[in-house]
């Protein structure tokens, strides 16, 4: 009987442990390539991310804002500057530069105003310069007013008071060191005398005779 030598096999003698061709035949094309290291893992993951964004997300455009110079240099002379003192707040220092002020709580402070407007609950003490004013509370101070203050029923004005016009409600009180802007007071106006010879220097500046002392009184009330 015939015997097959060992180490042969029908297709040919096998390779040895040792030969290249038995490494080559034990190496598994399945087999899984070993670990990847974590941080080029991820480093792949990224660039594939990339690789992939659409490119109308990649070339979105920048978006800008523009100011208009024109209407940035409008807008001071088109906005009123406008300050109102609620009631229960208290102010002091210095107010300048208001279109209108109108207070309703207590103001220590010295004011430059266009309009100025004291309420019932207001309180004002110190020296204002306005052009308009209109008084319903207190003001004790310096009121300097170039065209008409008005003191309604509630209003109450004490110290030197300046005024264009002046216009007091029954019931309004001025007191204190009052004078008419341009006018002149009593010291200042000349004693006149008639033809006659009187004295008309005793008639008040209304119009209706008087004793000097109430033609004083009467100037100061101007």
């Known amino acids: 009987?015939?015997?097959?030598?060992?180490?042969?096999?029908?297709?040919?003698?096998?390779?040895?442990?040792?030969?290249?061709?038995?490494?080559?035949?034990g190496v598994d094309p399945k087999q899984t390539p070993p670990d990847i290291n974590p941080e080029d893992r991820e480093r792949d993951t990224n660039n594939t991310a990339?690789?992939?964004t659409p490119s109308y997300q990649a070339r979105k455009p920048?978006?800008?804002?523009?100011?208009?110079?024109?209407?940035?240099?409008t807008s001071p002379m088109s906005t009123a500057a406008n300050l109102h003192v609620g009631q229960g707040l208290k102010l002091e220092g210095k107010i300048?530069?208001?279109?209108?002020?109108?207070i309703e709580g207590d103001v220590q402070?010295?004011?430059e105003s266009g309009t100025l407007t004291i309420s019932e609950t207001g309180d004002v003490r110190g020296e204002a310069t306005v052009d308009v004013a209109e008084i319903n509370g207190k003001f004790d101070g310096t009121l300097t007013v170039k065209k008409c203050l008005t003191i309604n029923s509630s209003g109450r004005v004490t110290?030197?008071?300046?005024?264009?016009?002046?216009?007091v409600e029954q019931g309004g009180q001025v007191s204190g060191e009052i004078r008419a802007e341009g006018a002149e007071t009593a010291s200042d106006k000349?004693?006149?005398?008639?033809?006659?010879g009187k004295d008309e220097s005793k008639k008040s500046d209304d119009g209706f005779p008087g004793s000097a002392s109430s033609s004083s009184r009467s100037a100061s009330m101007i």
């Open 1 to 25: 009987m015939f015997k097959r030598p060992k180490g042969v096999s029908d297709t040919g003698p096998m390779p040895s442990p040792g030969s290249s061709g038995a490494q080559t035949a």
């Open 50 to 52: 990339r690789s992939i």
């Open 62 to 73: 920048t978006v800008r804002t523009l100011q208009s110079t024109a209407s940035s240099s």
């Open 96 to 102: 300048q530069s208001c279109d209108s002020l109108v």
């Open 109 to 111: 402070a010295t004011i």
């Open 159 to 167: 110290g030197t008071v300046h005024y264009g016009e002046l216009k």
């Open 190 to 196: 000349p004693r006149l005398a008639s033809s006659s």
